[in-house]
């Protein structure tokens, strides 16, 4: 049983590009959550996606925005890149509200 | 707004000994659950335990175990028999039981653990 896979692993931009993130959620699961990871910081919740909606979102500017497709699989795109937006980036999934979220290896972004 | 607080930046501890990693958080909430995530070099948070708040009793998960202090706003994680694999972040988070989801989770800047041999 695959759990969440991300790709890619890492990639680099230059500022005022746009980048595309990918995450399969674990065999089962129907809702996926992203989080953005600074060095040396604790993740924080970007926005979560459930029935291809977006359900909740944190704090992050509209240059983030995501997807999620009817086989449950994600996409996290970032637009005009920022160097702040240097970061790992972690997708979560989990079946519906309130059970174990498990977490993908993260896809380690840099911006130039 | 709803934080979580992990005052010890970095922590070390001997093979086979105990440490205890501190968190605190804030919230007006009621009903939430508290975790403790371990983060590895490789980069995948793994959960380490899990506590609901209206369980009084101490969740234990093998050599982890909480201490959880509701009114205190405490919930810090006590690891036994500390052993080489346990090396790495640890990052404690919490969401509300309502209106929340496990996938949308607030953590603190976490604690680096480091093992001696």
């Known amino acids: 049983d695959a759990g969440v896979t991300q790709s890619p692993t890492h990639l680099i931009k230059t500022r005022g590009q746009q980048v595309t993130l990918r995450c399969s959620p674990k065999?089962?699961?129907?809702?996926v959550s992203w989080y953005q990871q600074a060095l040396g910081q604790g993740p924080q919740f970007i926005f979560q996606y459930y029935e291809e909606e977006e359900r909740q979102r944190g704090n992050f500017p509209d240059r983030f925005s995501g997807h999620q497709f009817p086989n449950y699989s994600s996409e996290l795109n970032v637009n005009a890149l920022l160097l702040g937006d240097s970061a790992l980036y972690l997708c979560?999934?989990?079946?519906?509200?309130?059970?174990?979220?498990?977490f993908g290896q993260g896809t380690r972004l840099t911006v130039v | 707004a709803q934080t979580v607080t992990q005052s010890q930046p970095e922590m070390s501890v001997q093979e086979a000994e105990t440490v205890t990693l501190s968190c605190t958080y804030d919230t007006s909430e009621s009903d939430y659950y508290l975790f403790w995530y371990k983060q590895p070099p490789s980069r995948q948070m793994i959960l380490v335990i899990r506590q609901e708040a209206y369980k009084q009793q101490n969740a234990t998960e093998n050599r982890f175990s909480v201490n959880f202090q509701k009114a205190a706003k405490s919930f810090s994680l006590k690891i036994s028999d500390s052993q080489l694999g346990d090396a790495a972040m640890y990052f404690c988070?919490?969401?509300?039981?309502?209106?929340?989801?496990?996938?949308?989770?607030?953590f603190g800047k976490g604690t680096k653990l480091s093992v001696k041999p």
């Open positions: 979560a999934s989990n079946l519906r509200a309130n059970t174990e979220a498990f």
């Open positions: 065999s089962g699961h129907d809702t």
């Open positions: 988070a919490y969401v509300p039981t309502y209106g929340g989801s496990q996938g949308n989770l607030i």
